[in-house]
């Protein structure tokens, strides 16, 4: 009789594991009705819930400057817009991410470069990103994929060496630190989501933080229509900008967010930690080996490795869906298909002058980690105890003790 669930057998996991996300109470409703009755629901200036915000969540990030936006695709825009990025430049970007990272660039009419990434941590690889830089490159998109924080140290050398503008995209990251800094405040500009499932969640909404004082005066002009910080000068600068400001219920939910996010960041630390250890045990299953200079990864998605030879040769999909039968939720991670794979940029065959065409572009190891290799588990799963872990943990050696049955 079979006894993977895939095949007819009994599940291993019968209830959902985690928490349901996103995690509220009375904070968030008080919050919601302060901004109600205040009649002051426009989100700008000095004593608004949206400027508290964006000082708060720029100190936490350990960044002196912050500028929210309504989305994280809007951050990325107005941190490349910052960043000097005009039409027909080309700006690198890695191939594995959510398509968001490369799509903001056709937004100012750049052109994405896609750049392969580095096996061991699933970001763009600072060799990678040295070898792809031209006289035509103006900026690169540095995203930490799952949370978990780029080479900044190699990526950041590579910046000075050719005076390189970083943009990070912290859209997976709130809260991760690389050698004690957290991410957002390493590069020259980092964005972030604040999007329902982000790990700080406001509904909808983004953030661009920068240490660097000349780009505060831009980002905010790209945020806000052309418009001055003070707003004592009424003119308005930068024609091609247009209304990207939160509102103050967005903030008002992010405050009260802000006030849970280290314990969350802790506890699924610790889970994963404790998953981690005995995983490595599993032949195939391959967590990653943790960079000491990562200081602290908060998580959107935990990545971790397949290797179908020393699973029984069963091919990675076939071990998903099989884990999935059993009630363990374990996907490919946020990133998907290597970007350039996208139906959209497999249509666009020429920008500007010069001739792109993506169906020609090849990232070797990100098309080889996105077919075979990546695993992934949401943030969601680790906000439970440690009980869910060792669930999850019996569901992949229930799996892999029965291969035989995996075969056809
Ligand atoms: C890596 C990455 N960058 C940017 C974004 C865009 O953020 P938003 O959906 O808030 O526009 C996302 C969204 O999931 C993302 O995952």
Known sequence: MAKLAINGGEKVITR??????????ECEERALLD?????????????????????TFSAYQNAKYGITTTSGTQALICALAAAGVEPGDEVLVPALSFFASATC??????????VDVDPSSYNLSAEALEAAITDRTRAAVVVHNGGYPADMDAIMEVSRKHDLPIIEDCAHAHGSEWKGTRVGA???????????????????????????AQFREKLYAYMDMGRWIERTDKSV?????????MPEWTAAILLAQLTRLDEQIERRERN?????????????????????????????????????????????????EAVNAEGASIGVGAHGQPIYQQPLFQSIHASHDKPIDYTQVH?????????TEALSMSQRCFLGERVDMDLILEAIRKVRGHTDELRN
């Open 272 to 320: 994963f930690t404790y998953l981690a250890e005995r995983l490595k045990e599993i032949d195939g299953i391959e967590p990653f080996e943790r960079d000491s200079r990562v200081t602290r990864w908060s998580i959107y998605y935990w990545n971790f490795k397949y290797q179908q030879k020393a699973f029984d040769d069963i091919p990675r999909n076939k071990f998903i």
């Open 363 to 371: 990232c070797p190891e990100a098309e080889r980690i996105y077919q």
């Open 237 to 245: 600068r930068l024609g091609t900008t247009t209304n990207f400001r």
């Open 105 to 114: 660039l056709l937004f100012l009419n750049a052109v994405p470069i896609f």
């Open 35 to 55: 901004v109600l009755h205040s009649g002051r629901w426009w989100g700008g200036g000095e004593g608004s819930k949206v400027r508290q915000f964006e000082d």
């Open 16 to 25: 959902s594991l985690g928490r349901e996300w996103p995690i509220w109470d």
């Open 186 to 212: 390493i590069g020259h500009l980092g964005a972030f989501s604040l999007m329902a499932g982000k790990t700080l969640a406001g509904g909808e909404g983004g953030i661009i933080l920068t240490n660097h």
